[in-house]
């Protein structure tokens, strides 16, 4: 059985006893589990035990052939569609084959045959059967009434549905007139419209009838002709729905269409008509309100006239489906011009008006949904700030945990590099560890502008320092990765500073906090170009306010990326990215009263630019 991990069952009645275990072992082969029986009389005892998916006989045989065994299975309602095939010998038996088919048979086949022939036999019959099994359910389950007739309006089938309706076991109901099967009130036009079948070829009729209760019922009659390969009328389906609450209902609609304009005139929402062509019919007051057109000047506009341009396609094909029949009601939104000029968004509703089942108009709703694009955009912008606030909250609680740790590695390193300071004498050792000094001291600063990043603490006391200098150092303190470890990698990296307002570049900051924004960029660039080249950072001044530009020539910022690349935990770098070097980068700039933009196409390269207000040194005053 298709689709449960059971073996179909398959039994084979056959008195040659060779032929018999051929088949047999071939099918069991096949993977099909087989009953075997000698004759006819056997098999039916075998299948009326087994049940078996199929049954497979020779024509001829004793104590019941293959002929009887067809007939009797038939006759059994448990085993009546159960497929059958007859094994014939070649031309020998053609006649009993005919007649075997037309006891009931559904194949034959032809012996000796091939094995491989009789399997492809077999499993063609038995996909049949399934697939007829599985349509017969459906007829079967369906609440509609789905019945055959002949020609002379005698029944010739009929499933549970109409079964249930009738009141009547089926194989009563099987002969009887469909008018009386059905209880018709007025049977000639049931007549009239069978007649009507055989030049139009199907046709639909709502009669009165009876159901079992003797309760008056409204059935709607599908109905279309059966053809023989020769294309001659051999009989009538149909298919009938019980439509008494449709027609209730309509009638209720019917009786109370006063009282249903009066509400469409006092609704909210814009209630509307169109004719095909597109021109509107009818409009009630609320459209009025919203368009500002009255409903007669309206009815001289075609939609195009309403409907914003950019919209009009999204209509077009809303329409074209409808009107083929793919969507019974359509909702989209879309944004209409009013009289004044004004852009409102609505929501439609739309579907068709028939009319004896032609579409006639279109009918639509439109609600002004300009307060929901409000407030929906306003809650979009609560989730954005709450999902920031998450991601500060997180931060500090990240930081909060590492600090101290971390503040204590930091400890040991600056102690020993002091330490070491004290006991040098060589120049050259000095400056280095002076450098190492300023990291490990920079390093215990960023540990703290990171606990600080998400939670609100006192900033730190700014002084006077020379913006250049703090670019100077940051290129000092990179040098070992753009020098060092590059010529070890065979690259090559040209990293310069260019002042154009020397001397006039002091600004009121942190030192340690703005060396960490200009060594985050420059190491951003050096990411950036993984083959070398060059990154290049200009001071100048504009006005009362100093400006770094921070430029390289790597492959460039999509622009998807560039509107977030200063977002807390967004990195492009994968596993090595923490998503925050920007991010940190960004809070202390704006914390010193500067600006910072970024200007990057693809495979142009890529500049920060760095604004900051000038100190004066008049003043002496931090920031």
């Not at 040659?16 to 004759?39: C, K, N, S």
């Not at 968004?345 to 739309?350: H, K």
């Not at 790597?554 to 596993?575: D, M, N, S, Y």
Request: glycine share 8%; charged share 30%; aromatic share 4%.
């Amino acid at each position: 059985m298709e689709g449960t991990g059971v073996p179909d069952t398959i039994l084979i009645a056959n008195d040659a006893p060779d032929q018999l275990a051929l088949a047999a072992v071939v099918l069991r082969q096949a993977g099909y589990r087989v009953i075997e029986a000698a004759d006819g009389r056997e098999a039916l005892a075998h299948a009326r035990r087994a049940h078996p998916a199929l049954i497979i006989s020779d024509v001829l045989m004793p104590y019941g052939d293959g002929i009887e065994l067809t007939r009797a299975v038939r006759a059994d309602p448990r085993l009546a569609r159960t497929p059958i095939m007859l094994v014939s010998a070649q031309r020998k038996d053609a006649a009993d084959v005919v007649e075997g088919l037309a006891a009931g048979a559904d194949d034959y086949l032809e012996a000796p045959y091939e094995p491989l022939r009789l399997v492809a036999q077999v499993a063609r019959l038995l996909e049949r059967a399934a697939v007829e099994a599985h349509y017969r359910d459906l007829v079967e389950q369906t609440s509609d009434i789905i019945y055959t007739h002949d020609l002379e309006n005698r029944l010739t089938s009929i499933n549970t549905a109409g079964v249930l309706f009738t009141g009547r076991r089926r194989e009563e109901l099987i002969g009887l007139g469909v008018e009386e099967v059905f209880g018709c009130a007025d049977a000639a036009q049931l007549k009239e419209a069978v007649r009507r079948l055989r030049s139009e070829g199907a046709g639909r009729e709502q009669l009165e009838c009876k159901n079992a209760g003797g309760e008056t019922r409204w059935l709607e009659f599908n109905q279309s002709l059966i053809c023989d390969y020769r294309g001659m009328p051999t009989g009538v389906r149909g298919i009938a729905r019980d439509v008494t609450e449709r027609r209730r209902t309509e009638e209720a609609l019917r009786r109370s269409e006063e009282h249903a304009r009066a509400l469409i005139e006092t609704a909210h929402d814009v209630i509307y008509t169109l004719d095909l062509d597109g021109r509107y019919t009818s409009l009630n007051r609320a459209g009025e309100r919203l368009t500002g057109y009255t409903s007669a000047e309206l009815q001289r506009l075609n939609w195009r006239e309403l409907v914003a341009p950019e919209y009009v396609p999204l209509v077009e094909q809303m329409m074209a489906r409808k009107l083929a029949g793919a969507e019974a009601i359509t909702f989209y939104e879309l944004e209409i011009v009013t009289r004044d000029g004004r852009r409102i968004p609505v929501e439609l509703s739309t579907q068709l008006i028939r009319e004896d089942g032609r579409a006639v108009s279109i009918l639509g709703i439109a609600r002004d949904i300009s307060e929901r694009r409000r407030v929906e955009a306003e809650r979009r912008a609560m989730i954005e700030q709450h999902a920031e606030l998450e991601k500060m909250r997180s931060l500090g609680q990240l930081s909060a945990g590492v600090a101290h740790n971390f503040n204590n590695v930091l400890a040991a390193i600056l102690g020993r590099t002091q330490l070491l300071l004290r006991a040098a004498t060589d120049e050259r050792q000095r400056r280095s560890l002076q450098v190492i000094e300023t990291a490990a001291l920079d390093a215990a600063e960023i540990v703290r502008r990171i606990q600080t990043f998400a939670r609100s603490t006192p900033p730190a006391r700014f002084q006077p320092v020379s913006l250049g200098a703090l670019v100077t150092d940051a290129i000092q303190l990179t040098r070992t990765r753009w020098e060092t470890e590059a010529r070890a990698a065979g690259l090559d990296y040209d990293v310069r500073f260019v002042a154009d307002g020397a001397g006039a570049d002091t600004v009121s900051a942190s030192p340690s906090e703005l060396r960490e924004v200009f060594v985050n960029l420059i190491l951003n660039a050096l990411d950036a170009m993984p083959a070398g080249g060059r990154v290049e950072c200009r001071e100048r001044r504009e006005g009362e306010q100093l400006v770094v530009e921070v430029a390289d020539t790597g492959a460039g910022i999509e622009p998807e990326l560039r509107a977030r690349i200063f977002e807390p935990f967004f990195t492009t770098k994968g596993e090595q990215g923490t998503g925050l070097g920007l991010a940190v980068s960004y809070g202390i700039v704006k914390r010193h009263g500067g600006e910072i933009e970024v200007a990057s196409e693809p495979g142009a390269g890529t500049t920060f630019t760095l604004r900051f207000p000038a100190h004066d040194d008049a003043s002496g005053q931090g920031a």
